[in-house]
């Protein structure tokens, strides 16, 4: 019975809906064929997040491979150390003392993350709910991850978010219209607070205006294919693998017409 479950997990993995803290996880749906999308995440990666995050068990040379960046555009943009070739592994040169003593702990290497997660959901929400908490050492909170160790890397292009206790939200009709009031036709709200508001599905942050130098939707965008591009490191061949496969699955669907005549003929031979 153990090896059976061993087996459907593997054979049907379960994908998180909802974070550590509850709140309920965004949805994504990455694009592997997308190489603009794949190249705009590798960008954004190599100027935020390699100084403390690795991709250890990935190269740059296959990187720049399977994304369509010529070997001297790999290096000249998207590599920042001179001594670092092509080949090399996409480390960082943070020691593991200095890691410990500035965060707390050693940050994770992001190679399998999205595969460590379930599924993209996890970092995508995580990397949109940072909100301003002077209580933490770096300032930042997180709705994803309570009491989160590391700063907002992307700060400067989401801008601040604070966290609200209450929000005014719509009630809806049954249809799913948002509800008016019959003589002044204003909408009809109501005021959601706490874990209520959480449950809800809706995220008690707001925004502080002009506080990044992107905007909402245009911040969303970034954060779509830095998550696009983590979910291709975490099985970077799964594109071939799948071409392999429809091939195999072809040549077998072939292959069973004449093997099931064989197997006819020679049943009548010895039977």
Known sequence: MRFLKIFLLLLFPVTVTASEAGFPLYEMAPDLRDKASLQRGAKTFMNYCIGCHTLKYQRYKRTAEDLGISESLMLEHLVFDPNTRIGDLI????????????????????????????????????????YEDPSRPFGANNLVYENVGMPHALLELQGVQQRRDCKEVARFNPNGSAMRNPVTFEYITRTLCGDELIESGISPLELVQ???????????????????????????SQLERERIGGWVLLFLAFFFVPAYLLGREYKKAFH
């Open 91 to 130: 480390v960082n040169p943070l020691s593991t003392d200095n890691a410990k003593s500035w965060f707390g702990a050693i940050p994770p290497d992001l190679t399998l993350y999205t595969k460590l997660k379930g599924s993209p959901n996890y970092l995508y929400t995580y990397l949109l709910t940072f």
């Open 210 to 236: 002009g506080s990044g130098a992107l905007s909402d939707e245009d911040y969303r965008k970034v954060i779509y294919d830095l998550t696009n591009f983590l979910y291709y490191m975490g099985d970077p």
